[in-house]
């Protein structure tokens, strides 16, 4: 069984094929998830929350996702694995970004890299992306910025705000990401989006239009 690598996700865009994208912690999940045939698993710093029980992803640390990638990465065949960087391992700068993107590939076995923000990330997607670490996107509602958006709310309902996403999306794909997740944005922008761009995006609370989904694996077992 071949893996699934960045270079298929642009080719499913062109093609219509939808991506799937699950969350997964642990090898026993991360068989299951494979095994069902999902795309992407997802090591996402929700796992603060759903395994560690705190109410935000904020503690989560470069250590906790290098332990749980590696046991995803032992279980699974076919699926890409991308690792969330966690919240204060790539905003102060470019080198700390490059330092921990590699302890997750290196040390977590992760394939990729993902990271919330937007157009002012484009320096890290530019040098993590030289230095050949693969990055995802995510726009919209990001939950390592709760205390700047004052809860877990829908983004991008405003014009200003709706074209500001759209620009920072245009932004990461100059830098290089090769997928962006949207996360929690009317199913208008999500559509915009996804036109405005040639790389995939992975919906959230999006709506249908976007060229994939992805689930935290515990909402979809309820
Ligand atoms: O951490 C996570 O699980 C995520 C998904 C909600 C996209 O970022």
Do not use: W
Request: proline share 4%; with cysteine; net charge negative.
């Amino acid at each position: 069984m071949s893996k699934l690598t960045v270079l298929e996700f642009a080719k499913m865009k062109a093609e219509r094929v939808p991506i799937a994208m699950l969350t997964a912690y642990d090898a026993t999940f991360a068989r299951l998830v494979d095994a069902a045939g999902i795309d992407i698993v997802l090591v996402g710093d929700s796992l603060g929350m759903v395994i560690q029980g705190h109410d935000s992803t904020i503690p989560v640390t470069v250590d906790d996702i290098v332990y749980h990638t590696r046991a995803v990465a032992r279980a699974v065949k076919r699926a890409h694995i991308v690792a969330d960087m966690p919240f204060g391992s790539y905003q102060a700068a470019c080198e700390d970004g490059i330092r921990n993107a590699s302890r997750l590939i290196k040390d977590g076995a992760a394939e990729s890299v993902k990271v919330e923000g937007g157009g002012e990330l484009a320096p890290f997607v530019r040098a993590a992306t030289r230095a050949g670490i693969p990055v995802m996107g995510h726009l919209g509602l990001t939950p390592q910025s709760v205390h700047q958006l004052g809860g877990y709310r829908v983004q991008g309902r405003e014009e200003a705000a709706a074209a500001r996403i759209v620009d920072d999306a245009r932004a990461l794909e100059d830098a290089g990401v090769y997928a962006i997740v949207l996360e929690a944005v009317p199913r208008e922008l999500a559509r915009r989006v996804t036109l405005a761009v040639g790389v995939p995006t992975i919906g959230i609370g999006a709506g249908p239009d976007c060229d994939g989904q992805v689930l935290v694996i515990y909402d979809l077992l309820g």
